[in-house]
């Protein structure tokens, strides 16, 4: 694959990011750590290569978080609003660029939901259920 270049943010705005990298996977992680973290059902990491984070704004914003034990586990984000943001791994043989900070369209598809077999019942029924363009419907 080609390197493509990223930009995003957090939800403040306090932060944001560009980067030029070559990815290497985009897929939905199921995981219990991915899911506390995010608050969510899963997270959406693109993988990729080792590369450069340019911060465009609030370096001084950015918290990091390893986890001291089990499961290699990082979680990088703005000090302000919580929002995920970009980061290498501890043994920095790979950058994980969250999907949801992006502000620019990629084309890449996601090809992978990760550990699957921790996905509780709710995350299988959320996927199958109605599709609404709005809030209710
Ligand atoms: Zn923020
Ligand atoms: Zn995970």
Same mark, same amino acid.
């Given at each position: ?30 995981? =219990?750590?991915?899911?506390? *973290? ?6 959406? +990491?693109? /993988?990729?290569? &080792? #590369? ?27 000090? =302000?609003?919580?929002?995920? *943001? ?6 920095? +043989?790979? /950058?994980?660029? &969250? #999907? ?38």
């Amino acid at each position: 694959m080609k390197k493509i270049r990223f930009a995003g943010s957090c939800l403040c705005k306090a932060v944001a990011y560009e980067i030029e990298a070559t990815p290497k996977y985009f897929y939905f992680c199921h995981c =219990e750590q991915c899911r506390k *973290l995010t608050g969510s059902a899963h997270a959406a +990491n693109i /993988l990729t290569e &080792p #590369a450069t984070v340019r911060w465009c704004r609030g370096e001084d914003q950015i918290k990091r978080y390893d986890a001291p034990a089990g499961r290699q586990f990082t979680h990088v984000f703005c000090r =302000e609003c919580g929002s995920g *943001l970009p980061f290498e791994n501890v043994s920095g +043989n790979a /950058l994980f660029i &969250p #999907a949801g900070s992006l502000d620019t369209d990629v084309d890449l598809e996601v090809t992978r939901n990760i550990f699957w077999a921790e996905a509780p019942n709710w995350t299988r029924s959320g996927l199958s259920a109605k599709n609404c363009p709005g809030f209710h419907g």
